[in-house]
């Protein structure tokens, strides 16, 4: 594809002395909007070269460089030159490479021989699947995608919560109150009862806490029957996650949880002590973190036992270790900004330079219009009922819009998922989002829906005209605005994943898909496709064709599928 704006850098370089192609390049802006051109050169830098006025300069570059192939006109004002690409050449430079690389289309190699860890979902074993950890999963999916995508080879870790005192007490209220079947029947719910009361009887009788306490030191120690009860709670807790991460396609390189790093923690704590940096404090271990304005990061509580931070801090050692990672991200709710914050710092005192590759990426919370998500019984919603809800809701208006869809089953389940992960990943994850169930599966608006249903309309186009790749298209008959909005959209895809990646923020993905249907509507709405001009029908197909490639490729890097029809 045509860079636009190298070419311009290539020109400007071989009149201005001093200055290479790169820096030339980095000073080209582009206009708020076209019809001060595709591009603009600001001249001011060029004052101290040419010893002569930006507004001189510029006029007299901008008279040097006319008649160039690639700009059909290229104008100054003021100190500004701006730069009109020739939209024919751009819409060939567009859709030849859509139709060349089709699903790879906007895909890049800069991350290659870069590995990049991604520490996503993370529920915790026997508690519920919030929709904390629905974020995470959608949000850690994508950006998982968006890496793969740019060269990077993503590894994905679900950092289970599954070791913690919390296990002594369960285990303990286990052994005094539980029922087997009752746990297996719903383990989650049971377990959390069973937590509760563990609570409530402690307030009774206070030498239960030692009880509990008793039964993790067991379980640390690695006791037959406490590993036991354990590991059965995390299978039951991990049955019913799956049962999610089906609905949402989601899957993980490692199921490696908290307990994983149990037999490496003696070692970093030593390390850490080392280091000078652990300090007693009424019994416990911290590392003071008074000179970076933050508390205490506690390593070791009075007690004797590690805590999440150990944990994470061990766990980044690690994955360090063993993946030699360009990058490690976590994605978590913001209330964890502090924790993050604190054994980041940590790994920095303790002289790891990558330290700085480490990056937490928090996301704001979810309510709906009422307050907090609730269910016709009112209590706070369960994931996978939701999940259902939305797909149950999806066929409704497929049994109305389209009843004599094939595989109507499959279709409402990628839609009603798919309307989930959008509405999640549409809008800055640092925003708390609102629940909306009326707007979120619309099939207008901007909404996952309304991307697929763009998408299937558009293929169904190429399925009427039995389209065929080809390369003899002519591009002079697609420079109309609606048409050349389309392909600046195709053309910028690239750029967008790019942003997404940067800044670790799925929704610029998200929000150029939205454009990108929105202009293709429009574009569909003013040039019929099918028609008698055969020269036309094929050129308005090559866009069909791109906007279907892309749109695809669009909604796969957010993690939701693109049903043919709907
Ligand atoms: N289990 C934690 C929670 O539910 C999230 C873990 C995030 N990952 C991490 N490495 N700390 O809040």
């Known amino acids: 594809m045509i860079d636009f704006k190298n070419e311009i850098s290539i020109l400007i370089s071989s009149e201005v002395e001093g200055l290479n192609v790169e820096e030339i390049e980095s000073l080209i802006e582009v206009p708020p909007n076209y019809d001060l051109g595709d591009y603009a050169l600001p001249c001011f830098r060029f004052a101290k070269i040419f010893r002569k006025s930006p507004n ?27 730069f ?9 430079t567009v859709l030849e490479e859509v139709l060349n690389q089709k699903e790879k ?37 994508s950006l ?40 297996e029947r719903e383990p989650i719910k049971t377990l959390q009862g069973l937590y509760v009361k563990f609570h409530e009887e402690c307030e009774k009788e206070p030498s239960l806490e030692d009880e509990g306490r008793m039964w993790f030191k067991k379980l640390e120690d690695g006791d037959e029957e406490a590993k036991k009860i ?3 709670f995390v299978e039951l807790s991990l049955e ?73 801090i061990t766990a980044a050692i690690y994955r360090k270790d063993t993946f030699d990672f360009a990058k490690a991200i976590y994605i978590t709710d ?38 907090k998500l609730q269910t016709r019984k009112g209590n706070v919603i369960l994931l996978d009922e939701l999940l259902e809800r939305a797909i149950e809701k999806v066929k409704l208006v497929i049994e109305e819009k389209n009843p004599g869809l094939e595989n109507k089953e499959e279709v409402a389940k990628m839609v009603g998922i798919g309307a989930v992960i959008f509405n999640d990943l549409s809008n800055n994850k640092i925003k708390d989002i609102v629940f909306n169930w009326d ?10 829906p309304y991307v697929q249903y763009t998408h299937a309309r558009a293929n169904s186009v190429l399925r009427k005209a039995q389209y065929d790749v080809t390369s003899d298209i002519d591009y002079s008959l697609l420079t109309n605005d609606v048409a050349i909005n389309v392909i600046r959209l195709l053309q910028s895809f690239s750029n967008a994943v790019v942003s997404a990646m940067e800044k670790n923020e799925p929704s610029f993905i998200a929000r150029h898909i939205i454009d990108l249907a929105q202009a293709f509507n429009r574009f569909y709405h003013e040039c019929p496709i099918i028609v008698e001009d055969e020269k036309t029908q094929k050129a308005r197909l090559s866009i069909v064709y791109s906007v279907v490639t892309v749109l695809k490729t669009g909604l796969g890097l957010l993690g939701i599928e693109a049903p043919e029809k709907m």
């Not at 510029?58 to 100054?76: D, P, Q, R, T, V």
């Not at 710092?345 to 709906?368: C, Q």
């Open 240 to 312: 019913e996650f799956e049962r999610i991460y089906k609905l949402l396609k989601v899957d993980f390189d490692y199921y490696t949880g908290e307990s994983f790093y149990e037999d490496k923690m003696d070692r970093v704590v030593d390390m850490i002590k080392e280091k000078n940096i652990l300090k007693e404090s009424k019994g416990a271990y911290i590392v003071d973190l008074e000179d970076y304005n933050m508390p205490p990061c506690l390593i070791i509580k009075s007690d004797g036992t590690t805590i999440y931070a150990t944990r994470d």
């Open 144 to 183: 998982y995608n968006i890496y793969n995508f740019l060269g990077y080879n993503s590894i994905g870790i679900n950092h289970l919560g599954d070791w913690g005192t919390q296990f002594g007490k369960m285990i303990c209220a286990y052994k005094k109150w539980g029922n087997k079947e009752e746990i």
């Open 56 to 82: 001189i300069i510029a006029e007299e570059l901008a008279e040097n460089l006319k008649g160039n192939k690639y700009f059909s006109k290229i104008e100054n004002v003021g100190g500004y030159i701006n």
């Open 230 to 232: 354990w590991k059965w």
């Open 334 to 371: 913001y209330a964890q900004n502090l924790h993050f914050a604190q054994w980041f710092k940590v790994i920095e005192l303790m002289g790891y330079d990558w330290a700085k590759n480490l990056e937490h990426v928090p996301f704001g919370r979810v309510s709906t219009e009422e307050g």
């Open 439 to 448: 707007r979120m599966l619309s099939f207008e608006g901007e909404t996952g």
């Open 105 to 141: 289309f906007g895909s890049k190699n800069i991350g290659e021989g870069k590995n990049v860890v991604i520490d996503y979902s993370s529920p915790n074993i026997a508690k519920p699947f919030h929709v904390g950890h629905l974020r995470s999963t959608v949000i850690g999916k």
């Open 84 to 92: 009109f690409v020739n939209k024919e050449i751009l819409a060939k």
